[in-house]
């Protein structure tokens, strides 16, 4: 009988330690991911590019500046002024 406790318990602390360091690997993953996701967000350029009637528009979302050009290997982009200045 003591033989049969002794094995459950170390069975059981067994499966404990097992469930624990599952637990852990797997939120260390998660927040790894995550934290990754985050930096990699950080480190991209904030560009936009539209297609409208031939055109190619970029907008840089962080300032606001739009180029500008057709649809074609030959031409070159062209900084569009502002519709509204502040001045």
């Known amino acids: 009988m003591k033989d049969i406790r002794f094995a459950a318990t170390l069975l059981g602390v ?3 330690i097992g469930s624990c360091t599952i637990s852990n690997s797997v939120s260390n993953d998660y927040v790894k991911t995550i934290n990754d996701l985050n930096n990699n967000a950080a480190n991209e350029t ?4 539209t297609v409208d009637n031939g055109f190619l528009y970029m907008t840089d979302t962080a300032s606001g500046e739009v180029w500008k050009k057709t649809d074609d290997d030959n031409s070159s982009w062209v900084l569009l002024p ?4 502040d001045e």
Request: aromatic share 28%.
């Open 46 to 49: 904030n560009f936009e590019l």
């Open 82 to 85: 502002y519709l509204y200045s």
């Open 14 to 16: 067994a499966v404990l």
